[in-house]
């Protein structure tokens, strides 16, 4: 597609409840990204995709986090047994993804759970 | 946890006038990037920076990058409306394959 593609737009989630965010990246971009935005921060890093590796899964705040890009496209972020911290917008991001396109992030319009 | 500060936190001024938004860090980066943020959607890339000291103009918006490649300032000149946004500095990481480490952000709002 034309951007990234992200869904749901709004999610309301019951404490306790799993949840899946899903994130279709620009056709032929093969580094996707998740990013985690409180209310009134910036953009925290979560994991990194290359392909269908995941090679970088560092940010993800607990073992309730888990993503997964099986086919080296489409992405799904699931959390588990949400908290009322998990209460954010979460931020898919897909480059090119070597040399200097690594660098050059679109990011999709973003996922906002909120967690009762 | 921020590692890249942004000053002021938010700023309101007239249409016409001018702005600076600042970013600084204790860390080294390849290279800034500042982005632009509207409700409801994903940041956009505005501009990217690699070279210390080094200063790049998009139309109305300059921007710098310190000599130590630790901070970084946006400069917009003769405010609109429409750069009404949250304002994004984030630094790449050095060898990193594209990690970027966000600032909290700068709300900016232009009123006519």
């Known amino acids: 597609g034309a951007g990234v593609s992200q869904s749901p737009r709004y999610k309301v989630a019951k404490r306790g409840q799993d949840v899946a965010l899903r994130c279709d990246p620009i056709s032929g971009h093969v580094s996707l990204f998740w990013y985690q935005q409180a209310l009134g921060q910036g953009p925290e890093f979560l994991t990194y995709?290359?392909?269908?590796?995941?090679?970088?899964k560092s940010g993800l705040p607990s073992d309730r986090f888990f993503a997964e890009r099986p086919e080296g496209s489409v992405s799904t972020l699931k959390i588990q047994r949400t908290q009322q911290e998990d209460s954010a917008v979460y931020l898919c991001?897909?480059?090119?993804?070597?040399?200097?396109?690594?660098?050059?992030?679109?990011f999709g319009a973003g996922s906002r759970l909120t967690v009762l | 946890t921020q590692l890249l500060e942004q000053s002021p936190q938010f700023l309101s001024i007239q249409e016409g006038e001018n702005l600076t938004v600042y970013c600084n860090s204790s860390s080294v980066f390849s290279s800034l990037q500042w982005y632009r943020q509207e409700p409801g959607e994903g940041p956009v890339l505005l501009v990217t920076v690699v070279t210390g000291g080094e200063v790049k103009k998009l139309k109305r918006l300059t921007f710098q990058f310190g000599d130590a490649r630790k901070d970084s300032s946006l400069h917009i000149t003769a405010a609109q409306p429409g750069d009404t946004g949250l304002y994004l500095c984030a630094g790449v990481e050095t060898d990193s394959w594209g990690k970027l480490q966000f600032g909290a952000g700068t709300q900016v709002v232009v009123t006519p």
């Open positions: 991001a897909s480059s090119l993804g070597g040399g200097i396109g690594a660098n050059v992030l679109t």
């Open positions: 995709f290359q392909n269908e590796a995941q090679l970088d």
